[in-house]
């Protein structure tokens, strides 16, 4: 979802890249029902390994609740972002975990849009 967002709303200021650690080949039906109820086709995306991105370095990496278990991707910069995994929530519960990827995606890009 956070790719979709920073899709969605980066446009000429990131070029987002999802991926996971134990990324299953198939991207969680809740994300697209999600998604889809705010206009978004997640359906047209695939879940990604970490082998399956670019090996360089970005310019931002931010990891969602991992902690010191996140693997090592080079970065510029590096956040954390505590966000539940919300793939046993209810839908309700979901889309509020939605929402929060949405924010923080919005204030990521505000800060990338501030060191211009």
């Not at 086709?41 to 879940?47: A, C, F, N, Q, V």
């Not at 090996?55 to 966000?83: L, S």
């Not at 979901?94 to 800060?111: C, G, P, Q, W, Y």
Request: positive net charge; contains cysteine; proline residues 3%.
């Amino acid at each position: 979802m956070a790719e979709a967002f920073g899709i969605m709303l980066g446009k000429g200021v990131i070029d987002a890249l999802s991926s996971g650690s134990h990324a299953s080949g198939m991207v969680n039906s809740k994300a697209i029902e999600s998604m889809k109820a705010i206009g978004y086709d997640l359906g047209s995306h695939i879940s990604k390994s970490l082998k399956d991105i670019p090996q360089v370095r970005y310019d931002y990496v931010v990891t969602m609740g991992c902690g010191d278990a996140c693997p090592i991707v080079r970065a510029k910069n590096r956040e954390n972002w505590e966000i539940p995994d919300p793939k046993h929530l209810e839908m309700d519960q979901f889309n509020a975990v939605r929402d929060m990827i949405k924010k923080k995606v919005i204030r990521l890009i505000e800060t990338i849009k501030s060191s211009f």
